[in-house]
Nanobody
Framework: QLQLVESGGGSVQAGGSLRLSCAAS????????IGWFRQAPGKEREGVSC??????YYADSVKGRFTISRNNTKNTVYLQMNSLKPEDTAVYYC????????????????????WGQGTQVTVSS
């Protein structure tokens, strides 16, 4: 059974850092595009960063602050979030889809077929 499990969310003050993890089971992440999305209350789910092989996409709002990476041995994708802002507050989800380029996946959450349960990130000012 294909499963994605996020962890690492929490509450931090503005300027702080968090590292999110997305652990996959039941499939090999090597063959999938993996994306981090977020959804704030009352807003649509938006793509934050997506990775496929060595191709990476970042939303403009997080460029220079967030870094996506993967550990193929652990079958896990990470999102290092630095210089956090209150507007980064949201539920963060990881998602996976095979056969899609990173820009398309991050542009439309409907492109991803597999989702984790989400982890809350709260940034206070």
């Amino acid at each position: 059974q294909l499963q994605l499990v996020e962890s690492g969310g929490g509450s931090v003050q503005a300027g702080g850092s968090l590292r999110l993890s997305c652990a996959a089971s039941g499939f090999n992440l090597d063959y999938y595009t993996i994306g981090w999305f977020r959804q704030a209350p009352g807003k649509e789910r938006e793509g934050v960063s997506c990775i496929s092989a060595n191709i990476i996409y970042y939303a403009d709002s997080v460029k220079g602050r967030f870094t996506i990476s993967r550990n193929n041995t652990k079958n896990t994708v990470y999102l290092q979030m630095n210089s956090l802002k209150p507007e980064d507050t949201a539920v963060y989800y990881c998602a996976a889809q095979r056969g899609i380029i990173v820009q398309f996946m991050c542009a439309d959450a409907r492109a991803a077929g597999y989702w984790g349960q989400g982890t809350q990130v709260t940034v206070s000012s």
